[in-house]
């Protein structure tokens, strides 16, 4: 019932993340208030605002940064407008000694945009006594109730959508693979390509994204600290997928020239029919990254093992029905799902042993011909 209300809420723009932000406006003006009467008590709920964001650490960074500018662009005014008052030439030598200073010493391009921001809204506002020390104390205290709002109340957790992420891609990947077996026959040239190998780029991308958006979401989080113990093994995970994605990539590049060696309808058959077992796999491994269990476990491994034979002996058939020049462009395409299943297993280990709390690094990946891989078949 609540996550439904939930929902409904975010379809009309009422997230929980701007619930908070409201909330913090309110708990920041309230004590700029109470501490230091109304006169600039905006400046409370204008930081709030201005600093809260998804995450604590991305809050906390951002609460720094406009504090340090605010103390930044107060001090390069104080500096300069007693000595050339409320001018063009004022505004101009107070923005050069603030902002070029902060960049000299290296500090975040934020911190030194929030010096000028500073330094024009003193120039502005400078006969109102008391509107330096002012600004500084209430954005110091919306800042800090920012980033205790946001500490204590309902934390981002992005490590679920990572992994729902690392499910969805395997999924893609697999039917990517399944549509290569289905439409093997027709694809004739690179020009009849049914997929972009680029665009399988973006996927690496999105992952690391998705990687990064879940460390932040974890630094300095309370609420979650053990789930730091699976940030390795998502990370393991990822390099995993992505590892798979090129051999994917590789499959796309090759199965067009593998059809233009007019390998035969037989040879087309098996090579229809590893393909569709391979993606059977990857779909497995993404049911097992989303909600690991023994079971799954289990089956996969077990599906491993048959997958590894039936390769072998898919190739053999291959090898008879074929000649030397046309079997190394097939064998290029069974060491490329050979190493997307060798992907998944050592994916798979190292999973479960995270899972089981034994923290143990898989087993290096290890590169090899499709002639070592097949011997008996090449024989």
């Not at 980033?147 to 679920?160: A, D, G, S």
Request: net charge positive; hydrophobic share 45%.
């Amino acid at each position: 019932m609540v996550k439904r209300s939930l929902r409904w809420c975010a379809r009309f723009g009422l997230t929980f993340h701007v619930c908070k932000i409201v909330l913090a406006s309110g708990v920041s003006w309230f004590l700029a208030s109470m501490l230091f009467g109304n006169e600039f008590a905006y400046f409370a709920p204008l930081s709030t605002v201005l600093v809260m964001q998804l995450t604590i650490v991305d809050t906390l960074e951002k609460g720094i940064y406009r504090v340090v500018g605010i103390i930044g662009g107060v001090l390069s005014s104080l500096i300069i407008l007693p000595l050339f008052d409320n001018s063009l030439l004022g505004l101009i030598l107070v923005l050069l000694l603030g902002m070029s200073t902060a960049t000299a010493i290296g500090l975040n391009p934020q911190i030194v945009s929030q010096i000028g921001v500073s330094s024009v809204m003193i120039m502005t506002f400078q006969q109102m006594q008391g509107y330096a020390t002012g600004r500084i104390l209430e954005t110091m205290i919306g800042a800090i109730v920012a980033v205790l709002i946001q500490t204590l109340i309902r934390p981002e957790n992005h490590m679920p959508i990572t992994m729902r992420l690392n499910s969805d891609v395997c999924s893609r990947l697999a039917n990517l693979i399944s549509q290569l077996a289905l439409y093997f026959p027709t694809i004739e040239n690179r020009t009849t390509r049914m997929h972009n190998p680029s665009s399988l780029l973006s996927y690496g991308a999105e992952l690391n994204e998705s990687l990064v958006r879940t460390k932040k979401s974890l630094k300095y989080n309370l609420f979650y600290r053990k789930d730091w113990q699976k940030v390795q093994m998502l990370e393991i995970q990822v390099a995993t997928i992505q590892r798979m994605v090129i051999g994917v990539g590789n499959l796309v590049y090759s199965l067009p020239d593998v059809k233009k060696q007019n390998v035969g309808s037989n040879v087309s058959v098996l090579i229809m029919e590893a393909l569709t077992k391979t993606s059977e796999c990857v779909a497995l491994y993404g049911s097992y990254l989303e909600q690991p269990t023994s079971r799954k476990q289990d089956d996969l491994f077990s599906k491993l093992q048959v997958l590894k034979l039936t390769l072998e002996t898919l190739f053999a058939h291959c090898a008879k029905e074929t000649d030397l020049v046309r079997l190394r462009e097939i064998g290029s395409i069974f060491s490329d799902l050979e190493r997307i299943i060798s992907e998944i297993e050592q994916g798979s280990i190292a999973t479960s042993n995270y899972l089981n709390q034994s923290l143990l690094p898989p087993t290096p990946n290890t590169q090899v011909s499709s002639k070592q891989k097949y011997p008996a078949a090449i024989k």
